[in-house]
């Protein structure tokens, strides 16, 4: 009886990124603009310019709210 070790070739695993065709965005990723990053650009608009335009309705947003809908932000 003989007995033969031989070593498994290496698994290879290929990393594409978003850039290369037929890969996707990694899970939780966001590909546009969040939610957050809206809201954070009205209060930095807010707070530099003293008006900014509503997320709700794209009307005039001031610091005691929006002039067309009424929506504030607190």
């Given at each position: ?10 698994t ?24 957050e ?21 794209h ?10 809908c ?5």
């Open positions: 009886m003989t007995a033969l070790a031989a070593e498994a070739a290496p290879t695993f290929t990393v594409r990124g978003p850039e290369e065709p037929g890969a996707t965005g990694r899970l939780f990723e966001p590909s546009e603009v969040t939610l990053d809206s809201i954070l650009g009205v209060w930095e608009a807010l707070a530099t310019d003293r008006r900014a335009e509503c997320p709700v309705c009307g005039e947003l001031l610091a005691s709210g929006c002039e067309t009424g929506s504030q932000l607190s």
